[in-house]
């Protein structure tokens, strides 16, 4: 079965922490993608990536930046957190051009900051 | 931007009875794909149609395409409990690689 992995259930964090979420696929997907899940607003995407060290901005970038330094894993992070990022992340994965754009997503990731 | 948008953004329905969640979208698309998303958990897909499909059925769902109108409807078929969830339409915009979700349908099925 295809596996997407976000390594934190559940964070809490303060104001102005540096927060790393993690998250590692293993069906050798070219795509991974954070989205952020919000009331109301639907999946927001932040940022996503087509290959290894290389990633793109979506709608909602700021105060967020990712690193892909291998295949398999993309991770977020916030420099300094701040409590209008408290949300639901989620991690996604797809095939490159694979003519449909599934995706695979993990169970997500729940960050509160105080 | 939000490509799709759900309607309505909530639904309360008995079991056995149909849901029917519709979806509207602005530009484009080579597909359009619904995802189920039970409480605090990730999405999960569970259906594509392709712009040039009309109509397309899995088990109890239907999902019906009307690209002239940029719409997509999903039916829920017999409901059951276990299909309360948060249900979501989300379109390529054109390009395979980069999907766009709209808020969701909120389904609750009572007993």
């Known amino acids: 079965d295809v596996k997407v992995t976000q390594s934190s259930r559940y964070l809490v964090k303060r104001t102005g922490e540096k927060v790393f979420l993690e998250c590692v696929q293993d069906?050798?997907?070219?795509?991974m993608f954070w989205y952020r899940q919000d009331p109301g607003l639907g999946l927001r995407l932040i940022y996503f990536?087509?290959?290894?060290?290389?990633?793109e901005k979506g709608d909602i970038p700021e105060g967020y930046s990712v690193s892909r330094e291998k295949k398999e894993r993309f991770s977020l992070i916030l420099e300094s957190a701040s409590t209008n990022q408290t949300s639901m992340y989620l991690c996604?994965?797809?095939?490159?051009?694979?003519?449909?754009?599934?995706?695979?997503f993990g169970e997500g990731s729940r960050l509160t900051v105080l | 931007s939000q490509q799709g948008e759900e309607d309505p953004q909530a639904l309360s329905i008995q079991e056995g009875e149909n849901a029917t969640m519709n979806c509207s979208y602005k530009t484009s698309i080579n597909n359009l794909q619904w995802y189920r998303q039970n409480s605090g958990r990730g999405l999960v897909h569970l259906i594509l149609?392709?712009?040039?499909?009309r109509e397309k059925h899995s088990g109890r769902l239907r999902v019906t395409l009307d690209t002239s109108k940029k719409s997509s409807s999903l039916l829920i078929t017999a409901s059951r409990a276990a299909d309360t969830a948060s249900y979501f339409c989300a379109t390529d915009g054109g390009g395979y690689n980069k999907l766009i979700f709209g808020a969701g349908t909120r389904l609750a099925v009572h007993p």
């Open positions: 996604a994965s797809s095939i490159h051009n694979s003519g449909t754009g599934e995706l695979f």
């Open positions: 149609i392709r712009s040039n499909e």
């Open positions: 069906m050798d997907h070219e795509n």
């Open positions: 990536s087509y290959d290894v060290k290389m990633k």
